[in-house]
Structures are given as C-alpha cells and as structure tokens.
Nanobody, 116 residues
Framework: QVQLVESGGGLVQAGGSLRLSCAAS????????MGWYRQAPRKERELVAH???????TYADSVKGRFTISRDNAKTTVYLQMNSLKPEDTAVYYC??????????WGQGTQVTVSS
C-alpha cells in the first residue's frame, strides 16, 4: 500500500511563506516524478510544480519565481517552498507521485489559506 504523508499547510498572511512536505513510502526506483497540485473551491485541480527523477522541474506560470520544488537526498520526499504568497494561492494542495508503472498516487491534501 503506497502512502504519501503530507504536512506543512496552514494559514498565512499575504506576502508570507509556507513549506509543504510529502514523504512517499516508495523506493526511488519506483518513482518517475513527484509534484504538487492544488484545487481551489469551484475550480479544477491544477499542476503547481513537478520534478522528474532526473531533477528537471516544471512550474505553473502563476507560481514561477515564488515557489520552489525540491526533494531530499533519498529522493522520496518532496518539498514545496512557497514564498510571497497571495490570496489566490489559497487551495488544497495535493502531493502526487507518478509510479514507474505510470500509475498516479495522491496524498490526502493539505489546506493552504492566504489572508489579504
């Protein structure tokens, strides 16, 4: 049973920072990529940031220059450092792991609320 354990969400004022983390109960050899998605009320889930096994990163245009995705040396924990947060960043953030079998696994979601 694959588990993704997320932490780090919360309430912050606009301009503040939060760091999300997600630990996967998988071997690095089973992971093609890891990433973060978010879903705001009445909106579809969208990609925030993504990092491949080789270390290539992708960011949504709306977060470029403010968010940074990274991972630990074991490459089974992924982080999302979020700086200069805006009210429009408010959403439930979900960790995603793309398995080498191309199955997707999702975390339980963590709420990020940015007050103006």
């Amino acid at each position: 049973q694959v588990q993704l354990v997320e932490s780090g969400g919360g309430l912050v004022q606009a301009g503040g920072s939060l760091r999300l983390s997600c630990a996967a109960s998988l071997s690095i050899f089973s992971i093609n990529a890891m990433g973060w998605y978010r879903q705001a009320p009445r909106k579809e889930r969208e990609l925030v940031a993504h990092i491949t096994r080789g270390g290539s990163t992708t960011y949504a245009d709306s977060v470029k220059g403010r968010f940074t995705i990274s991972r630990d040396n074991a490459k089974t924990t992924v982080y999302l450092q979020m700086n200069s947060l805006k009210p429009e960043d408010t959403a439930v953030y979900y960790c995603n792991v793309r398995h080498t079998s191309f199955r997707d696994f999702w975390g339980q979601g963590t709420q990020v609320t940015v007050s103006s």
